[in-house]
Structure formats: structure tokens, C-alpha cells
């Protein structure tokens, strides 16, 4: 790693000398060749570490400065170079073969088959490798996981990219011209112009960074908070929770930013939820002071607020219910096989939808902007509900056992309960997609695993008690018995077949003792 170093400082010494030409972006792709094949080797040694770039890969290769053209094969690129060589260390796990593992697997078959029939097959087998991909991944990142440290280091690893893309927000804010960042009714012009899709909502300029939409920054701050709150309760660093703070207070200020409403009530339930649950009667207290010491603030210290509340037609949720209808109805025509994996806003270009423009007429790229129903229309209900049954299970098993090895109950009500919020009106927890889905499946995968090694655990503990009691306190097995078919078959207690009845009496004795000594 100190070699890889050297030789970067090197080669960004002779770039700045440089004037820009050949030389410098060749000199540019030989550095960037170099790290990531450093990064490719040192994920595959330490798997821990792959979320990190799985992660960066997810949100930074879909940002303003990479041309749109490029994106789709640079993202695929990237994450083949990545996950591909973990694939033999995931298939020799046979993780996929275990508990609720098991069904997503059956999940992520039936979503193979839906390319048969998609809408558009080939962004739908494109996606379905993606998502395969990712989930692999990310079974590779907690298959050695033993230990709440372990867990600890996964979600550092993770809120180690969400820092670095948190601190490429905040300095674009700061550097960068407001007609880059925000997206307002002024940035049409500048699409045209530029080619940069901001997306736009209302009359109030709302900031998206380096990402092309607001919500997407909702996103990224919704996670960042929740991670950045669940690892604050598993260190005792004083050092590592300023810098927790900061993150927070960072993200915040991104979130109000984007003025991300979803994210911000998601944020909100699962930090109420979490007081409620580690404080009792004095977390209902608190969050009722932080509840109005909040409004008062707002009040006195924001401008606009009003306009803020009611930005966009909030009696159809910023025009959501009226894509809903439509999306139902598409959803009764193809209620068991849906229209294929991932393509939902290809159903509108539909000659009935009724909005042909906008962001309604990007094909499979349209958002539903709703997880559940665009889960519906690309695999069909059963499919969704053995998915929502098979994401939610773990979590329901965990809060039903009173004992937590891993310190997994605050995940829940931090991470998990507020990205199923989120799913409620926005498509970017998908599988293992974006930001949002990478930490919805990591946390998952997490619990899955501790419910296994727990009941694992107990069933060796019962065993090793078993053989430590004595014989004689071991209760006794019933003498077996035969039933009216078996005597049917064989007469050997009758007075014409002594020696079959002898040689049956032996075995059943036999079999009893040997029974009694198992148990």
C-alpha cells in the first residue's frame, strides 16, 4: 500500500507540471487503474471492507461530473470488478441455502424469470445482475461475522463512504455555483444547455449537490443519520463521537437543504421510536420538548416557512396519488407475473397514461416513487409480499427474543423502520440499490445472521446439557410398539414364529435403549 501511495504522489506531481493533454489523462487512468486494482485486492482479502466501495460506486457514479453516457457502463464496470471475485467465496458459504437467506434467493429467481416477459428485458436482466451482484456482496461481508465488534466494523466501513460523500456535499455547497447544486425552475435552461438533470419541485430552490435529484440527498442524509446514531451507541470514543456530531450536524443541514420532506418524517419516527424505546416515559418527554423546542426555532429563525410546508400540491403528495392510480391499475392487469424486474416507469408510456412529459417520459428510468407498488409492478404481488415477509421477519424475531448478542434493536428503529417509511413515497430503497438499499439489505443480512448463530448457540448448549445428565436422570423413551399394518405384515408374536417373536423382542430393546441412551 506504501509502493501504491508513492507512485500516486508521483504521478499527480508530474499531472500538475503538466499542461492538459494525452499525456495527463493517460497518466490520470494508469492512477486510477492502479487503485482500484488495489481496492479490488484488498476488498477480496477483507471482505468487511466492500461495502466502502460498493457503496461510493452506488451514489458517485451516477453524480453531475460523470457524463450521463458513461454512467450506466462505468457503475457496471466498477462493480464487476468488485464483486465478481467474491462470487467463489459466496457460493462456498452456501449462505443462500440458509434460513431466510434461502427464500430471497427463491425471490431473486422468480425476478429472473420476469425477464422473460419484461417490459424491457434487457434493463431488466441488466438490473437483476446488479442487484445479484450487490446482494452476494454483501452476504460475502457478514458471512465471518461473529461478533458485535464485527458488526460495529461493518456499519464504521459504510459510514465511511456516507462521510466521504457528505463531505463532496458540503464542499459543493460551498464552492460551487448555486445553478450547479439547486435545483429551481431556472434550471431548465441550464439542462438544455448543459445536459444536467437537476430534479425540480415548486417554486423554492431545493440543493442536490453533485446528485441529480434533492430526494437523493434525502436519502443519503437519512442513512448517514441513522448509522452515524446507531454507531454512537456501540463506541465510547470521545473523539469518535465529536466526529459522529459533526457528521450528524452535517447531514442535517443537507437534509434541510434539499427540503427532502419523506426523509425528514422518516428521520423522525425512528429517532422518537428509538428514545421511546431505550427511555421509557422519559423519551415520550423528550421528544415532545425536542418536538416544540424545534417548532419554535423553525419559526423564529426560517424564512419562508410556510412556503417551505407547503411546497408542491400536498393533497396529492406533490402529484404522487395521481401516478398511484394509474400504477394500481397496471398492477390488476398483472397481478401474479407483473411486467418485468425493475422497468416500472416503463408502464408509462402507455397511450392511456395521461402526463407524457417531464420525468413521466423517461421509459424505465420514471420513478414510481413508491417502493411497494413498484415492487408490484415488476415481479407482481405474490412475489412483493414473499419479499416484504422475508425483509421484515428477522427484525420481528429479534424484538420477540429477549436476549440481543449483537446490539441489533436500536438498527431497527434507527435504520430499518425508517427506510420502510421511506419506501412509502420514494423507489430508492430497491434491492440493494442507491444508498438506501445497500444499508436496508447490509442491516437485513446482519440480522438474519444473528438469528442464526443464536438459535445455533442455544441448539448446541441444549445438546452439551443433555450429555452432561446423568443417565439415570434422563427420562425414559416408550417401548416401541407395533401398529395394526406392522402386525399385519409381520405375525411374529404369535405361538407359530417363536423365534421371530425372539428375535423381534431383541431388536425393539434394542432399539429402546439405544433411544433412551440418545436422549
Not at 102 to 122: E, G, H, M, Q, R
Not at 252 to 276: C, E, H, K, Q
Not at 314 to 335: E, Y
Request: proline residues 5%; positive net charge; contains cysteine.
Amino acid at each position: 500500500m506504501f509502493l501504491i501511495a508513492v507512485i500516486t504522489a508521483m504521478v499527480a506531481l508530474v499531472v500538475v507540471s503538466q499542461a492538459p493533454g494525452r499525456l495527463t489523462f493517460a497518466l490520470l487512468g494508469a492512477v486510477a487503474l492502479v487503485a482500484t486494482s488495489a481496492a479490488v485486492i484488498y476488498t477480496t482479502l477483507h471482505p468487511d471492507w466492500l461495502i466502502l466501495p460498493l457503496l461510493l460506486i452506488e451514489v458517485l457514479t451516477a453524480a453531475i461530473f460523470v457524463p450521463k453516457d458513461a454512467q450506466s457502463a462505468l457503475h457496471y464496470l466498477l462493480e464487476f470488478a468488485f464483486c465478481i471475485p467474491v462470487l467463489p467465496l459466496f457460493w462456498r458459504s452456501r449462505i443462500f441455502m440458509q434460513g431466510d437467506f434461502k427464500l430471497l434467493s427463491y425471490y431473486f429467481c422468480w425476478a429472473l424469470i420476469t425477464v422473460v416477459f419484461s417490459l424491457a428485458p434487457f434493463v431488466s436482466f441488466a438490473r437483476w445482475v446488479n442487484s445479484a451482484l450487490a446482494v452476494a456482496a454483501i452476504c460475502v461481508c457478514t458471512q465471518h461475522v461473529e461478533t458485535k465488534e464485527d458488526v460495529a466494523k461493518l456499519v464504521r466501513n459504510y459510514l465511511i463512504g456516507c462521510s466521504i460523500i457528505v463531505m463532496m456535499m458540503v464542499a459543493a455547497r460551498l464552492l460551487l455555483p448555486s445553478s450547479l447544486t439547486m435545483a429551481s425552475p431556472d434550471a431548465d435552461a441550464l439542462a438544455l444547455a448543459t445536459g444536467i438533470s437537476h430534479a425540480i419541485s415548486g417554486d423554492i430552490p431545493r440543493f442536490a449537490g453533485i446528485l441529480t435529484s434533492p430526494n437523493q440527498v434525502g436519502a443519503l442524509a437519512l442513512v448517514t443519520i441513522g448509522a452515524a446514531l446507531v454507531y454512537w451507541d456501540w463506541t465510547d470514543s470521545k473523539r469518535v463521537r465529536a466526529y459522529l456530531a459533526i457528521l450528524v450536524l452535517a447531514a442535517v443541514g443537507l437534509l434541510w437543504a434539499a427540503d427532502s420532506r419523506s426523509a425528514m418524517v422518516a428521520a423522525t419516527v425512528g429517532a422518537v421510536l428509538y428514545f421511546i424505546w431505550k427511555y421509557r416515559w422519559r423519551g415520550i418527554v423528550v421528544s415532545a420538548l425536542a418536538a416544540v423546542v424545534i417548532a419554535v426555532a423553525a419559526s423564529l429563525f426560517v424564512r419562508d416557512l410556510s412556503e417551505h410546508l407547503s411546497r408542491g400540491e400536498l393533497t396529492t403528495l406533490t402529484g404522487r396519488t395521481d401516478i398511484w392510480r394509474f400504477s394500481i391499475n397496471q398492477i390488476g392487469q398483472r397481478p401474479l407475473f407483473g411486467w418485468g424486474y425493475e422497468v416500472e416507469g416503463q408502464i408509462y408510456q402507455s397511450k392511456y397514461f395521461p402526463i407524457w412529459w417531464g420525468p413521466w417520459d423517461e421509459g424505465p428510468h420514471s420513478s414510481l416513487h413508491n417502493n411497494y407498488i413498484s415492487h408490484m409492478i415488476g415481479v407482481g404481488i405474490p412475489a412483493t409480499i414473499l419479499w416484504l415477509f422475508v425483509m421484515v421477519r428477522p427484525w420481528v424475531r429479534l424484538f420477540r427474543r429477549k436476549t440481543d448478542p449483537w446490539n441489533l434493536k436500536p438498527v431497527a428503529l434507527l435504520v430499518t423502520i425508517p427506510i420502510l417509511i421511506l419506501n412509502l413515497s420514494e423507489s430508492s430503497a430497491g434491492d440493494a440499490s442507491y444508498s438506501v438499499g445497500l444499508l436496508f439489505l447490509l442491516v437485513w443480512a446482519l440480522a438474519e445472521r444473528n438469528l442464526h448463530k443464536t438459535e445455533e448457540l442455544e441448539r448446541v448448549a441444549e445438546e452439551y446439557a443433555r450429555a452432561a445428565t446423568p443417565l439415570w436422570s434422563r427420562p425414559l423413551s416408550p417401548v416401541p410398539t407395533l401398529d395394526s399394518a406392522e402386525r399385519q405384515r409381520l405375525p411374529l408374536l404369535s405361538t407359530k414364529h417363536p423365534d421371530r417373536s425372539a428375535i423381534y423382542l431383541k431388536r425393539a430393546a434394542l432399539g429402546w435403549i439405544d433411544t433412551t441412551l440418545r436422549i
